[in-house]
Each structure stands twice: as C-alpha cells, then as structure tokens.
C-alpha cells in the first residue's frame, strides 16, 4: 500500500524539519555544549545548552536591556550578541561549542551571530 507523501507547507514547517534533522546528528555534552539560536523577525536569541544535563547553561537576546539602547542594524546587533554571548560563556566556563543553527540557513544574521562568537573566543 502506497504511503500518503507529507509535505511542509509553510516556510516555518520546512526549517522544523530541518532542524530536527540536524538534532538528530548534534548533542551537546558538558565538554563541549550546543550553542543553538532562535531568529525571528526582529530579534535574535542563542543559548548554550548542556543537553546530557538537560540545562542551560547561558542564554541571551537581542532585546537584553544591555544590548537593546543601540542604535543598529540586525545584523550588527546579531554581531554583537554573539561576542557578548561569548564573554558569559567564557565566564562560566565553557570554551568549545556544537553550533546547532536551528535550521536556519548560515547567512545574514545567524552567519554574523557565529562570527561575532568567534570573535569573543568560542571555539567552534
């Protein structure tokens, strides 16, 4: 019996699937923990999540009271999210990542957000 084919329709289904492909390869271990990232259509938000303890170990946005005065662009202020994000990570003890984009394509705001992390010193 022939299987009916399910397809995504809108944009946001398709980068779900995406992204649960990719979670399936990425883990992140308290070694080296998934630093994942959520766009939308303003903002930016990226944590860095130890999935074997199940906690997060840093989160930050955009709309962060320090880093929301400045007067950017997105892709600046992704920038800059990234080498601040970095900095806490840095505090807290981690200096190697999973990038997980969340199925998101690498370019433009998530492609500056991973640049700036660099920047701040992780190591991914």
Known sequence: M???RIRAKTREDKRVRRHRRVRGKVHGTAER???VV???I???EAQVIDDVAGRTIVGLSTNAPDLRGKEQNKTD???ELGKA???KAKAAGVER???DRGGYLYHGRVKAFAEGAREGGLDF
């Open 2 to 4: 022939a299987r009916a």
């Open 33 to 35: 923990p998934r630093l």
């Open 38 to 40: 959520h766009r939308s």
């Open 42 to 44: 303003n903002h930016l």
């Open 77 to 79: 202020a992704s920038r």
């Open 85 to 87: 994000l970095a900095e």
């Open 97 to 99: 990542v999973v990038f």
